[in-house]
């Protein structure tokens, strides 16, 4: 006797007809009869009553049924017991970022992270930078990878690099065709497209104060959800936008990028729980170190204390 054919007894008890229960269990019905004879002929006895219609369980039949049950759910039980403790035992890491990001390096450093912690869980998930600090606070992201400072006690905040921005303008537009770097009071006149809408404050605000910051009032024209449809909105010629220069590897259609003749930069930043001391965290942090390294980048002061850990 064995599990299967238990099962298949079951199923024959339920379902009190041979033809519904091969159905069920996905098999043609001359295999199933056989496994149930095999079965009688083991106990020495008649468990199901043929001649009745429907078939009806033996004396026999009923308390094997009864006995089945009880051992195919205790089964069933011990697999979903062992398999929460195979997934207790593989570390879970959920890092959340905002789409700019993608572009600045951050596929590389995820890769580098699956490589040296192939047993842990790692899941992504794109938030804004305010939407980090309450997913942080509240359990549900490890670590983010965001654009804009925001004060909070419970989270730790690491800026990893300034990265110079860049007007993304339609190809068709004359400050495409301009020589050299654009200006921001140029820039000013014409129609702008920001991102995200919401929610606030976000990167949107941060590029409006640079205009501030220079006594310019831009002109926005368009306000988009998020990156990949403010640069789509560039390409229908609805405005210009202001991006991290990194983004210029989407290299989509219609679109060309200028570099700017003021100095503005949006932060990279790195963020975690103040009490997290995850070796995870500590993981991220010096791949963040020796990547950064090859690639030309400073170091970020913050992650420096990582750099000796294990």
Request: proline share 6%.
């Amino acid at each position: 006797m064995d599990l299967r054919q238990l099962r298949y007894f079951v199923a024959v008890a339920n379902e009190r007809n041979f033809t519904r229960a091969a159905e069920r269990l996905h098999i043609a019905q001359p295999p199933l009869s056989r496994q149930i004879q095999q079965l009688e002929a083991e106990f020495g006895a008649e468990l199901i009553d043929r001649g009745a219609r429907p078939l009806a369980l033996t004396a026999a039949g009923r308390l094997l049924h009864e006995q089945a049950v009880q051992v195919l759910g205790r089964i069933d039980e011990i697999k979903q017991m062992v398999g929460q403790a195979i997934m207790l035992e593989r570390r879970r890491f959920v890092i959340g970022f905002v789409s700019s990001t993608i572009y600045a390096r951050l596929p590389p450093l995820i890769r580098e992270f699956r490589a040296a912690a192939p047993d842990v869980d790692l899941t992504l998930v794109e938030l804004v930078s305010l939407e980090q600090i309450a997913a942080l606070k509240e359990g549900r992201i490890d670590i983010g990878f965001g654009r804009v400072r925001f004060e909070d006690d419970a989270v730790r905040r690491t800026i990893l690099r300034e990265e110079p921005l860049v007007a993304a303008v339609p190809a068709s537009h004359h400050l495409a065709r301009h020589d050299g770097p654009l200006s921001l009071a140029q820039i000013a006149r014409e129609p702008l497209i920001v991102y995200p809408r919401t929610p606030r404050p976000s990167y949107a605000d941060q590029v409006i104060a640079i205009f501030h910051d220079r006594g310019l009032e831009p002109r926005i024209a368009q306000e988009a959800r998020e990156l990949q449809i403010a640069i789509g909105l560039v390409a229908a010629e609805e405005g210009i936008c202001i991006v991290p220069e990194t983004v210029q590897k989407s290299r989509i259609d219609d679109v060309c990028y200028k570099p700017l003749s003021e100095a503005a930069t949006s932060p990279i930043i790195m963020s975690h729980r103040v009490a997290d001391t995850s070796p995870d965290i500590a993981l991220m942090a010096r791949i963040i170190l020796r990547m950064y390294a090859s690639w030309g980048y400073a170091q970020p002061d913050g992650l420096l204390p990582y750099a000796q850990s294990r």
